[in-house]
């Protein structure tokens, strides 16, 4: 479910923490751009890609000057994928 700012929710109640950069967002982007081009997928692509560039911008913001990053949520304890999503954009 879209919440918005190019944040995906996975459950009822939102919260944020880094699920979006090792899970929701690479993922989605990788299947539509498989999917996409043959089956009809292309207008949820646009808009998938908007909300990861949205979502890249602000995961950059998150990183401080000497290159830590704050500690959120569930993400405490697999902060070693934090930042996936961002990694993921810059190759593409």
């Known amino acids: ?5 190019g944040v995906y929710g996975d459950g009822p109640d939102f919260h944020w923490d880094y699920y979006n950069s090792y899970v929701i967002q690479p ?4 299947i539509l751009l498989i ?3 043959k089956d009809g997928y292309q207008r949820l692509s646009e ?3 908007g909300r990861a560039v949205r979502y890249a911008a602000i ?14 949520g569930r993400s405490i304890y697999y902060r070693a994928g934090a930042f996936q999503h961002l990694a993921n954009m810059a190759l593409q």
């Open 1 to 5: 479910m879209v919440q918005g700012d």
């Open 27 to 30: 993922f989605l982007f990788d």
């Open 35 to 37: 999917v996409s081009p």
């Open 47 to 49: 808009q998938a890609l």
């Open 59 to 72: 995961q950059e913001r998150l990183i401080n000057t000497d290159g830590t990053f704050p500690v959120i």
